[in-house]
């Protein structure tokens, strides 16, 4: 059943291809495609778990990017009364605090995703 | 960020052609295709007129597998040892929105639980596209920041 839904993005494949290059927005665009039609499709229709644990986790993380640490959190532990997936974002906790640590040791590390947890270090009163 | 018009125009058309091709696909089979699991037929037993008991018919294929605990759970409260399996907050707010629904009269609250149910997996799911847009745009524009 999924085969039959995917045909239509997969009619679309070339355009959304070729926007690849076009801009920000449709680099956005093809992102948001492939999170709405995947093979999880016919689960995040059903019901099931997985649409409101993704809901919470990407708000989480959109969050979490945007440097609002606690909202990250309770989005991320309301995710974990959805599934039990949803522990594993305290991943992204841990990632900064281990790069913080890391830092203060003076070697150098990127951090790929953000610095907010460090940032809240930083700004404790 | 908030959504240019132009993209937020073919997410949702793109999102309403693919959930109404599903749905009509799926209802249809519903009606007419002998399930592999029949677990679902607990649902159909105690049904409260005939419109309830059709509209069950017709949601059962999207209450297949595990749909059938998070649903009893949402009705029923958890009951036996093996629902702990399933973790609460999808049932509590499936219950909560059946409550909502309250004013179909027609429908039993396990009905309106399939509805409610149904009705809250597409919409999180619109709202996760929506989220992935806004955070490949916050990515494209400001990576690594």
């Known amino acids: ?125 | 960020m908030a959504i240019p018009p132009t993209y937020l125009r073919r997410l949702v058309g793109l999102f309403l052609l693919t959930k109404a091709l599903f749905l009509l696909v799926a209802c249809i089979s519903g009606l007419y295709i002998f399930p592999y699991v029949n677990n679902t037929d607990l649902l159909l037993l105690d049904a409260s007129g005939t419109a309830d008991a059709f509209a069950r018919k017709l949601l059962a294929p999207f209450a297949r597998w595990d749909g059938v605990y998070f649903l009893k759970i949402a009705a029923d409260g958890y009951q036996f040892e093996h629902q702990h399996a399933f973790f609460p907050l999808f049932p509590l707010t499936i219950r909560a929105f059946a409550e909502a629904l309250r004013p179909l009269v027609c429908f039993s609250l396990l009905t309106r639980c399939m509805m409610a149910g149904i009705i809250m997996a597409n919409l999180s799911h619109f709202l996760t596209v929506l989220n992935i847009f806004r955070y490949a745009s916050d990515l494209f524009v400001c990576p690594h920041r």
């Open chain 1, 1 to 125: 059943m999924p085969v039959t839904f995917l045909c239509v993005p997969i009619a679309d494949l070339p355009r959304l291809t070729a926007m690849l290059s076009g801009g920000e927005g449709s680099f956005a665009y093809v992102s948001a495609v492939f999170a709405l039609v995947g093979p999880a499709f016919p689960f995040q229709s059903a019901i099931y778990a997985e649409s409101l644990f993704g809901l919470l986790a990407s708000t989480g993380l959109l969050a979490y990017y945007n440097q609002q640490v606690l909202l990250a959190a309770l989005c991320w532990c309301l995710s974990s009364l959805t599934r039990s997936n949803g522990m594993l974002l305290a991943g992204f906790f841990v990632h900064d605090i281990l790069c913080s640590l890391i830092q203060r040791k003076g070697q150098f590390v990127s951090a790929p995703f953000t610095s907010s947890l460090d940032y809240e270090i930083i700004n404790w009163p």
